[in-house]
C-alpha cells in the first residue's frame, strides 16, 4: 500500500530564511516521487520530481528535495524564502498506472 | 511543447442545474487525461481518468460524468448539480506508460447556490 504523509499542515518562515517542508512516504514499489506548489485559484504546479536517478533533485525557484530512502522521506527545502513562495505545497508519490498519492499539503507563511 | 487549457475558470450555477467544464490538451498524442477536485480541507481526489477516446474509468460515485469525444479534450458534466458538487477541479494530463509527471490545468472554481 502507498501512503503520503507531510508532517506539517502550516510552516510559517522570514524572508531569507531557509524553507523545510517535510514528507515521508510508504510504498511496496519504487516510487516516482514529486513536489507540486499551488498558488490561490491556480492549479499546481511542478517544482521537481525524484525517478530513482540523483537522490539529490534540484527544482526550479530555487527549490531542491533529497530522497532518503532509509528515512522513507522527500523532503522540500530552499535555502531562503521569498515572499512569492507564500502558496501550498504537495507531496506526491506515483508507482506508475494511474495510482497517485497527494498529500494533505502544507502551507507557507512567509513573513516580511 | 504542451499546454493543457481548461474552461470555464469559475462559475456559480444554481443547484439542479447541469454543468459542463472542458479540457483540452496541446502538443501531444494519446495522453492519460484526468479530472480532480479540490474541496476544502479534503485534498485532492481523483473523480475520473482517461486513456483513449470514449474511455473513461470512475474512481468514485457521485453524480458526475465524463466523457472524453476527441483524444486530447475531456468534459466533466453533470445533469442536475447539487450543493456538494461545489469545489475547485483541475484537469490534468500525463504520457501514456510509467509514473510520469502529471501537468495541471489552471483549474475551474465551481459555486453551487
Known amino acids: 500500500a502507498q501512503s503520503v504523509t507531510q508532517l506539517d499542515s502550516h510552516v510559517s518562515v522570514s524572508e531569507g530564511t531557509p524553507v523545510l517542508l517535510r514528507c515521508n512516504y510508504s510504498s511496496s514499489y519504487s516510487p516516482s516521487l514529486f513536489w507540486y506548489v499551488q498558488h490561490p485559484n491556480k492549479g499546481l504546479q511542478l517544482l521537481l520530481k525524484y525517478t530513482s536517478a540523483a537522490t539529490l533533485v534540484k527544482g526550479i525557484n530555487g527549490f531542491e528535495a533529497e530522497f532518503k530512502k532509509s528515512e522513507t522521506s522527500f523532503h522540500l527545502t530552499k535555502p531562503s524564502a521569498h515572499m512569492s513562495d507564500a502558496a501550498e505545497y504537495f507531496c506526491?508519490?506515483?508507482?506508475?498506472?494511474?495510482?497517485?498519492?497527494f498529500g494533505a499539503g502544507t502551507r507557507l507563511f512567509v513573513k516580511a | 511543447s504542451q499546454t493543457i487549457h481548461q474552461w470555464p475558470a469559475t462559475l456559480v450555477q444554481p443547484v439542479g442545474s447541469p454543468l459542463s467544464l472542458e479540457c483540452t490538451v496541446e502538443g501531444t498524442s494519446n495522453p492519460n487525461l484526468y479530472w480532480y477536485r479540490q474541496a476544502a480541507g479534503r485534498g485532492l481526489q481523483l473523480l475520473f481518468y482517461s486513456v483513449g477516446i470514449g474511455q473513461i474509468s470512475s474512481e468514485v460515485p457521485q453524480n458526475l460524468s465524463a466523457s472524453r469525444p476527441q483524444d486530447r479534450q475531456f468534459i466533466l458534466s453533470s445533469k442536475k448539480l447539487l450543493l456538494s458538487d461545489s469545489g475547485f477541479y483541475l484537469c490534468a494530463w500525463s504520457v501514456r506508460s510509467g509514473a510520469n509527471v502529471l501537468t495541471f490545468g489552471a483549474g475551474s472554481r465551481l459555486t453551487v447556490l
Open positions: 506526491v508519490v506515483r508507482t506508475g498506472g494511474f495510482k497517485t498519492i
